[in-house]
Every structure is written in structure tokens, then in C-alpha cells.
């Protein structure tokens, strides 16, 4: 299957920012502020153990929802949150939601050691963390072998999502696949979100990481926690080491998708905001979307990360643009 590039104009709708929502951060900062009440008792819910084979006790957590009076959906959406979020964090609830609405089914998914598999795991997920994602896709294979499967990553689970498409198998696997404002160079993201302007984000995302990661003994005994100041600090001296990599600078380097975009085979909506506040547009200058056939890019004038907060919409708008997209893989 492949999708010509597509032009944003032609098919998917432009982004009207809501009121008060306007600018980078109010955009970023929306689902913090009003914290939208998400419902989804309505829907017939699974709780997902998985075993990972990969020969220690960590088990694959996470929740698969059908719409009710849907027994084998026709489309099935996984969702993949970012860094420090779960699958009960309220932009992954808000997706599941809306494809609820539109009767498509979802599977809301803990990365390694995130959410309920927290205290089942031993190990964490980082950016190019990938092999949890074939035993689950397998799995739903099995329950599903008719449905079309699409995976939906939000920032840093958008990049760990393109890592695991550059694997030629993965066209075996899934039938297309959705990013939302990835880090995809994460050398320059890092070095954004250290910049004074972003002192907040930076603040609160360094203190989410380290009560996710050094709750556990293994990752306690890798660095003290007090002595690490900044994202880079957590990344040289935390994930780089329990990761395997030399470093910060080759663990930003080994993981980051933005050079492997070429490489991906498999339909993918690329959403990214003009104004993000962590992830500037400066990571796409040295890549020619327009010369990737798999690939359509969406990239708003405004939008933040993660907020993509329109005035028409109950939802964020790169849910509606991501149902178009599903609708156009079933054609």
C-alpha cells in the first residue's frame, strides 16, 4: 500500500486555534489547565498482560477498548504515549475516545515500565525502544486477523514508533501509522527544551523522569538522583547506560528517526506544529518530505505539543485529520 504525498489543503482540514488557546504554550498547556473530563466506561474494556520473551519477569501492560456492540472491529488504533506519560495520560484518553465515537476500536498502550507495568518491570523504554511492539501487534493479529491495524504515537512514542517502521518486517505488521509532535532529532530537541524560555517544561518534564525511573533499584543504582540538573544529565548518566549506548550523544544519535523517514514503507500521518515549544521545525531542514511517497506531512502554523486545540472541534484536531487518514487506508 502506498499514499501519494498529499498536500494538507486538499484533503485534511486547517487548524483554527480555539479561544483562549492561542500562541505555542496556552496550545501546550491546555489539557493542564482545563483538564478535560474523558469518558470511557461506554466502551467494552480489556486490561492487556503480555509476556516479553525476552527472558526477565517484565510484563506488557496496557487496555483494548471495542465500541460497544462491535465484537471483530474493522480498524483498530494503538496508541503509544510520550515521555513520562502512560496510557492514562489525558491526550492518549482524549484519542481513545474519539475513535470510540466513530467506532473504531483502540488499545491504549504502556511503553516498558510505564503506567500499570511499572512496578511488573525491571527495565524502561527509551526513544528507540522497540521490541515490545511486534508481540503486541502479533497478539492482536491473533484477535483480530481481518481488522485494519494503525499505530499512533504522541511525541517520544511518535519516534519510537518511526524507529520500529524502518524494520522492512513491520509492513508485515500494521497497515499505517500516525505521528504527533515526535522529537525526531533529539539532540536538538533536548537542547530546545534546555533553553531559559522553556524552563518550566524543562523543570516539570526532569522531575516526571526521575520519579517514573528511580523508583526502581536498578536505575538507582546507575545515578543519584540529586545530582542530576538536566534532561541531558538524565539521558548521559540514566538511559544511555541502562540503554547500552556511549553516552547521551550516541544514545540521541542511534534513536532519533529523522534520518530513517526514507527508509519507512508503511503509510504515516506526520503532524508536527510550526510553533512547538519543545520541538522546533529546524529538525525537518535536511529532509525532503516531499520526495517520500509514504509519508504526508500536516505541519500547522500553530498547534504547540500536543495541543492542537480547534474551535470546531470537542477533540484535538489531529484526531480528526488522523480519522481521514484511517479512512483513506480503507479505500
Known amino acids: 500500500m502506498c499514499l ?21 504554550d496556552l496550545q501546550t498547556l491546555c489539557n493542564f489547565l482545563s483538564w478535560p473530563r474523558v469518558v470511557l466506561e461506554g466502551s467494552n474494556q480489556e486490561s492487556l498482560f ?13 487496555f483494548m477498548h471495542r465500541p460497544c456492540g462491535i465484537t471483530k472491529p474493522k480498524t483498530l488504533v494503538v ?52 521490541q515490545d511492539f511486534p508481540i503486541v501487534i502479533q497478539y492482536l493479529r491473533r ?42 532529532n533529539l539532540s536538538i530537541t533536548q537542547q530546545e527544551i534546555a533553553r531559559w524560555r522553556n524552563i518550566f517544561y524543562h523543570k516539570y518534564l526532569l522531575a516526571c523522569l526521575k520519579k517514573e525511573f528511580l523508583s526502581v533499584h536498578l536505575y538507582q543504582n546507575l545515578a543519584y538522583g540529586k545530582s542530576i540538573k538536566t534532561i541531558h ?3 548521559q548518566h540514566i538511559i544511555a547506560k541502562a540503554g547500552g549506548f556511549h553516552g547521551a550523544d550516541d ?6 528517526a529523522i534520518n530513517d523517514l526514507p527508509k519507512i514503507q508503511v503509510p504515516l500521518l506526520l503532524i508536527h506544529a510550526q510553533d512547538d515549544p519543545w520541538i522546533p521545525m529546524r529538525i525537518f531542514e535536511n529532509t525532503n518530505l516531499k520526495q517520500l ?21 470537542e477533540t484535538p484536531w489531529y484526531n480528526i485529520c488522523s480519522y481521514i487518514f484511517i479512512q483513506q487506508l480503507l479505500v
Open 4 to 24: 501519494t504525498y498529499v498536500v494538507k489543503s486538499s484533503v485534511f482540514p486547517e487548524l483554527n486555534p480555539a479561544f483562549p488557546w492561542i500562541g505555542r
Open 50 to 62: 503480555l509476556d516479553t520473551y525476552d527472558g526477565s519477569t517484565d510484563q506488557i501492560t496496557g
Open 79 to 130: 496508541l503509544v504515549h510520550g515521555m513520562a506519560g502512560s496510557a492514562d495520560s489525558i491526550y492518549v484518553k482524549m484519542s481513545a475516545a474519539y475513535f470510540l465515537s466513530q467506532n473504531i476500536a483502540v488499545v491504549r498502550l504502556n511503553l516498558r515500565g510505564a503506567g500499570s507495568s511499572g512496578n511488573l518491570c525491571q527495565r524502561r523504554y527509551h526513544a528507540g525502544f522497540t
Open 143 to 184: 484477535c483480530y486477523p481481518q481488522a485494519l491495524i494503525v499505530m499512533m504515537g504522541f511525541s517520544l512514542g511518535g519516534n519510537i514508533i518511526l524507529k520500529w517502521l524502518t524494520d522492512s518486517t513491520t509492513l508485515s505488521y500494521i497497515d499505517g501509522a500516525i505521528s504527533v509532535s515526535a522529537p525526531l
Open 233 to 235: 544529565d538524565f539521558d
Open 251 to 256: 544514545y540521541y544519535l542511534q534513536t532519533s
Open 293 to 313: 511517497p509514504h509519508i504526508i506531512p500536516l505541519f500547522p502554523k500553530t498547534g504547540g505539543h500536543l495541543g492542537f486545540h480547534d474551535q470546531r472541534f
